[in-house]
């Protein structure tokens, strides 16, 4: 069965940090680039970040730049996004979805965050709160 399980979220003070994981299995992450999007109440579904393999190019919206980092570790099967200097702003559904590889590269990695529709496999979402 195609899992993606995503933990870590929880509340944080502005300015605060926070290490979400998505931990996958079921498939095999050598084939895909594994994408985070997030969700607010009322709000489209947002790409945040994605990475095309192992030691390939991460690629991230204008908001995150310089504040959050996307990794991971094939070989525990796991994508992580460390997230610092979080605002108000980040408060969302966080989730983790994966992208075929192939697709990822004919689209252009960083446009497969605009289009969450050519990603094949979604986990649940952990909720991230920015609060003071």
């Known amino acids: 069965q195609v899992q993606l399980v995503e933990s870590g979220g929880g509340l944080v003070q502005p300015g605060g940090s926070l290490r979400l994981s998505c931990a996958t299995s079921?498939?095999?992450?050598?084939?895909?680039?594994i994408g985070w999007f997030r969700q607010a109440p009322g709000k489209e579904r947002e790409g945040v970040s994605c990475?095309?393999?192992?030691?390939?190019?991460?690629y991230y919206m204008h908001s995150v730049k310089g504040r959050f980092t996307i990794s991971r570790d094939n070989a525990k099967n796991t994508v992580y996004l460390q997230m610092n200097s979080l605002n108000y702003e980040d408060t969302a559904v966080y989730y983790c979805?994966?992208?075929?590889?192939?697709?990822?590269?004919?689209?252009?990695?960083?446009?497969?965050?605009?289009?969450?529709?050519?990603?094949?496999?979604w986990g649940q979402g952990t909720q991230v709160t920015v609060s003071s």
């Open positions: 990475i095309s393999n192992s030691d390939g190019s991460a």
């Open positions: 079921g498939f095999t992450l050598d084939y895909y680039a």
């Open positions: 979805a994966a992208v075929n590889l192939n697709t990822a590269q004919a689209l252009g990695f960083i446009q497969t965050l605009y289009r969450p529709a050519s990603y094949d496999y």
